[in-house]
């Protein structure tokens, strides 16, 4: 019995070597060259550089939409790069309350992430930073474009 299964291995072993060595009978270029159909549906959706990959902001664009982590909601947000409205940004937030002291903090509660954070001039929280703290108002600063915007929360 072991006589035979060592012939048997023997065999195998002999004709996976030829092979290996002479190569198979026929080769599939697509495995091994992608077709031209491919490129050019590849080059019609994503704008190459001269080497041929994708330029870094279109390669993590196409990596954070595969995060699994991530909701749909997110993933769908990532793929239309959209300028925020600073207005819909805003509405979400409401102020809290002031601590007012020699070194003054501010209470924001955010409905949408349903979360208050307490913060100090110059702490930032999910895309904002604040610029400055009255006694009952916060002024929230955010960059649109490169300009920055102003909000007074009340």
Not at 12 to 26: E, H, N
Not at 32 to 49: E, M
Not at 58 to 81: D, H, P, T, V, W
């Amino acid at each position: 019995m072991n006589i035979g299964l060592f012939v048997i291995c023997g065999a195998s072993t002999l004709s996976f070597l030829i092979t290996i060595i002479t190569g198979p009978a026929s080769i599939k270029a697509d495995l091994i060259f992608p077709s031209p159909r491919v490129g050019a549906s590849v080059s019609k959706l994503t704008s190459k550089g001269d080497n041929g990959f994708l330029n870094i902001q279109e390669y993590l664009n196409e990596i954070s939409k595969r995060n699994i982590f991530l909701s749909i909601e997110m993933k769908n947000a990532l793929g239309q790069e959209l300028t925020p409205d600073f207005t819909q940004l805003v509405q979400d937030l409401k102020l809290v309350g002031v601590i007012w002291s020699s070194n003054p903090e501010v209470m924001i509660e955010s409905t949408k992430e349903k979360r208050t954070y307490l913060l100090k001039k110059g702490d930032t929280f999910s895309k904002f930073k604040i610029k400055d703290i009255t006694r009952s108002s916060a002024i929230l600063e955010m960059d649109i474009e490169g300009k920055p915007k102003e909000y007074e929360l009340r």
